[in-house]
């Protein structure tokens, strides 16, 4: 118990003022397994607990359920956005006494992160709602990120130039756990119909880049990275600030 409240601490910090002026956007996130027969109970502490202490600034959370691969029906507890600067300071004894009753209680705790939004390699509509995550997870060959980058950032113009009505987001991992995942690169839906969609994404890109472009696109991708897998997660409005980019 003395080593989870002092891991807890260290990695839930809420105390300080968010800065309004960021040099970078990261999210912190969780996993959270429910326990046998609190699922209900989880979801109830969760809406409790985010909405007393996770409702605004650079402590806002939202909650994902994991809906796809291994991890499925697990929940993705994300709080952001921050900087590493926002984590210096623990929270307060009622806080960390709140977590451990409406939160741990209910749910096993299992892989922490922390992601950094490549804000080079991002594009949102205007007044986006988000309701699901498509995430493609990507290993980075070594010496290769520059190549990475560089292929990526060409989808992220075509985006742009074409005004595309999806979110398209790429996430690095600053506290890699040698699994693979570097990247998270994240497609936003705002529903269900929307992953139906063709949006004649490789006429758009040829039409910028020429003849054979998409095809050189993914030669040279397949060179700069190591496919990891794929995980949708869906947005659970009620547990979290439900509208912000996390």
Not at 84 to 112: I, Q, Y
Not at 191 to 201: E, G, L
């Amino acid at each position: 118990m003395k080593k989870l409240l002092f891991a807890i601490a260290l990695f839930i910090a809420f105390q300080i003022n968010a800065q309004d002026d960021m040099d970078y956007v990261m999210y912190s996130t969780i996993e959270l397994t429910p326990k046998d027969g609190h699922y209900m109970e989880l979801m109830e502490g969760l809406k409790a607990h985010n909405a007393k202490y996770h409702s605004e600034g650079w402590e806002s959370v939202n909650v994902w359920n994991i809906v796809s691969g291994p991890r499925s029906g697990k929940l993705n507890w994300v709080m952001g956005p921050h900087t590493w600067t926002h984590l210096d300071k623990a929270m307060e004894d009622d806080h960390l006494k709140d977590w451990l009753k409406h939160v741990s209680a209910h749910a096993e705790m299992g892989e922490w992160g922390y992601w950094r939004l490549n804000s080079d390699l991002s594009y949102m509509p205007e007044n986006f709602q988000t309701k699901l995550m498509f995430i493609r997870f990507f290993d980075i060959e070594s010496q290769k990120g520059d190549n990475a980058e560089h292929l990526f950032s060409t989808i992220i113009s075509t985006y742009k130039e074409n005004k595309m009505d999806m979110g398209l987001q790429v996430f690095q991992n600053v506290a890699d756990a040698g699994d693979g995942k570097e990247w998270a690169v994240i497609w936003y839906h705002d529903s269900y119909a929307s992953m139906d969609k063709d949006r004649n994404f490789r006429d758009k890109y040829e039409k910028k880049y020429g003849d054979d472009s998409w095809a050189e696109f993914f030669e040279g991708w397949r060179e700069a990275t190591d496919f990891e897998g794929i995980e949708i997660q869906e947005l659970m409005p009620d547990l979290g600030v439900a509208g912000g980019d996390n």
